[in-house]
């Protein structure tokens, strides 16, 4: 299984309303991430679990909040989000360290829209 | 700090032409480079990688090769086929980067019939 999946595929929501992302990987990887990309532009990074740790926060406002259940899983909680949150939402996975930081798996993605 | 600088899209092909995006990066040291493809409404796929100098990555027709005099990663297909049409993203891994990709600003490819 070399997949990377992500539900919901489409996602809408208010401003106060509270959901969550979720990715899923069964590829062994013990680094999973959260990307953000805007209509045509490349991805930005949000988050890097290693080891179902926290290990890199790209400085993203608190109204995401990351979770990493398992090794395997991979969630994005949402709280109070503003319209300049919507986006697409990419989950990625990839072994850990050295070179096999080399080949990171992208899910479809999320499509966020704020309203 | 390691960037991308990619090609200026969109890029309009018609079927069976050669394609050529432009990629060139600055880096210290070796960086590993990628060329990854996102087709419409999907995520970004590995298209394919080079870990050192001199490396060829190829896959589905498409290849680029690692130069570090030029510093430089093209990406190039003999010959496109409608289905090609997506957007390219060039990006690379710096030797001290750990996980973190920097990513080039992507060229959108439309080949037509």
């Known amino acids: ?115 | 700090g390691d960037s991308v600088t990619q090609m200026e899209g969109p890029v309009t092909l018609s079927e069976e032409a050669f394609l050529t995006i432009n990629c060139t990066y600055t880096a210290t040291g070796y960086p590993s480079l990628f060329w990854y493809v996102q087709y419409p409404g999907e995520g970004l796929q590995l298209l394919l990688k080079a870990t050192k100098a001199d490396d060829k990555g190829s896959n589905k027709g498409f290849e680029a090769t690692y130069r570090k005099e030029t510093t430089s990663f093209h990406l190039e297909k003999g010959s496109v086929q409608v289905s090609d049409s997506a957007v390219y993203f060039c990006a690379l891994r710096g030797e001290t980067s750990g996980s973190r990709l920097t990513f080039g600003e992507g060229t959108q490819l439309t080949v037509n019939p």
């Open chain 1, 1 to 115: 299984d070399t997949e990377v999946t992500q539900t919901p595929k489409h996602l809408v929501m208010g401003m106060t309303n509270k959901k969550s992302l979720k990715c899923e990987q069964h590829m062994g990887h013990r680094a999973m991430y959260w990307y953000k990309q805007k209509a045509k532009k490349p991805p930005e990074l949000m988050f890097v679990y290693s080891y179902e740790k926290l290990s890199i926060n790209e400085s993203v406002p608190s109204r995401f909040s990351p979770e990493c259940p398992n090794s395997s899983l991979l969630n994005l909680h949402l709280h109070a989000l503003q319209p300049e949150d919507s986006a697409l939402y990419l989950c990625a996975s990839s072994h850990f360290g050295g070179d096999f930081y080399n080949e990171q798996f992208f899910g479809p993605g999320t499509r966020l829209t704020v309203l």
